[in-house]
């Protein structure tokens, strides 16, 4: 069975700085993709990021570029997101998901293709 939890949320202010993790058992690191999403209220859910079983990351909006890093660790099964420079436009539910594919070139945006999603943790930034 296959089990997503994030952790690491919280409330900082603008400009401060959060790490968020995400832990995946039941799953075998050098096949699956993992990414990031984020919802804020009233809001579709949008990508942040995604990284490849052997290290290939893409941030996919412009706006978190330079601010935000996704890494993982294959030997714990853990994501993370180290999020800087944080904004009040990056509050949102922030979810971790992930999908088997030993494609080790390319991750998508998409949330259709996340098939492994956690409950969420919530980041709120106050200006």
């Known amino acids: 069975q296959v089990q997503v939890v994030e952790s690491g949320g919280g409330l900082v202010q603008a400009g401060g700085s959060l790490r968020l993790s995400c832990t995946a058992s039941?799953?075998?690191?050098?096949?699956?993709?993992m990414g990031w999403f984020r919802q804020a209220p009233g809001n579709e859910r949008e990508g942040v990021s995604c990284i490849t079983w052997n290290g290939h990351s893409i941030v996919f909006l412009d706006s978190l570029k330079g601010r935000f890093t996704i890494s993982r660790d294959n030997a714990k099964n853990t994501l993370f997101l180290h999020m800087n420079n944080l904004k009040p436009e990056d509050t949102a539910m922030y979810y971790c998901a992930a999908y088997a594919s030993r494609n080790n070139g390319d991750c998508s945006d998409s949330h259709i293709w996340y098939d492994y999603w956690g409950q969420g943790t919530q980041v709120t930034v106050s200006s």
């Open positions: 039941g799953l075998t690191p050098d096949h699956y993709v």
